[in-house]
Nanobody, 125 residues
Framework: QLQVVESGGGLVQPGGSMRLSCATS????????MAWFRQAPGKEREGVSC???????VYVDSVKGRFTISRDNAKGTMYLQMNSLRPEDTAVYYC???????????????????WGQGTQVTVSS
């Protein structure tokens, strides 16, 4: 069973930085595409960034140039480095394993996707 656990959320001021981590277990992360999603209050969950097994990355327009996704297969951990954070980045951030990492985030969610429990990121002064 693919298991993922997020960590690293919290409160940060606008313009600040934060790094999220996603620890995996129960599978060999190197063989799977991974992704970060987020859900803001009153909004649907949306894809943020994904990284495939060859480390090819995709970002949605709203985070391009500010967020960086990466993976350390030896540690079984994925990261999301978030810089220049804005209040509109406030959301619960979810890690997901076994995604379809292609340009259109609509197709990232596969039937057998595995989700983490989420970590809250709040950008506020």
């Amino acid at each position: 069973q693919l298991q993922v656990v997020e960590s690293g959320g919290g409160l940060v001021q606008p313009g600040g930085s934060m790094r999220l981590s996603c620890a995996t277990s129960g599978f060999t992360m190197a063989n799977y595409a991974m992704a970060w999603f987020r859900q803001a209050p009153g909004k649907e969950r949306e894809g943020v960034s994904c990284i495939n097994s060859r480390a090819r990355t995709v970002y949605v327009d709203s985070v391009k140039g500010r967020f960086t996704i990466s993976r350390d297969n030896a540690k079984g951990t994925m990261y999301l480095q978030m810089n220049s954070l804005r209040p509109e980045d406030t959301a619960v951030y979810y890690c997901a394993a076994n995604v379809g990492c292609i340009e259109n985030p609509i197709f990232w969610v596969k039937p057998d996707i595995s989700w983490g429990q989420g970590t809250q990121v709040t950008v506020s002064s």
